[in-house]
């Protein structure tokens, strides 16, 4: 059974920094590319992040040169630096692992509550 617990969401405020993190279980990770994308009420899920398995990265506009992904493909972990958080961060942030081969794989984590608020 594949699962993906994300934590480390939270309330913090404008300019502050939160680290997310999301173990994943019951696939090989290391083959997976993983990542992070978010999503606000009444808008679509929206990229944050990804990172294949030979840790190539890509970042949504939004968030480039703010938030880092990194992969520990030794405790099957999935994370997520969030600095110089605005309020337009306010999102619930889900884990995601993909992949395609013979046919898709696509699996969430069921999110964590990220709220940037003064």
């Known amino acids: 059974q594949v699962q993906l617990v994300e934590s480390g969401g939270g309330l913090v405020q404008p300019g502050e920094s939160l680290r997310l993190s999301c173990v994943v279980s019951?696939?090989?990770?290391?083959?997976?590319?993983v990542g992070w994308y978010r999503q606000t009420p009444g808008k679509e899920r929206e990229l944050v992040a990804t990172i294949t398995p030979y840790l190539s990265e890509d970042y949504g506009n939004s968030v480039k040169g703010r938030f880092t992904i990194s992969r520990d493909n030794a405790v099957n972990t999935l994370y997520l630096q969030m600095n110089s958080l605005t309020p337009e961060d306010t999102a619930v942030y889900y884990c995601?692992?993909?992949?395609?081969?013979?046919?898709?794989?696509?699996?969430w984590g069921p999110g964590t509550q990220v709220t940037v608020s003064s």
């Open positions: 995601n692992a993909w992949r395609a081969y013979v046919r898709e794989y696509d699996f």
């Open positions: 019951g696939l090989d990770f290391k083959i997976f590319r």
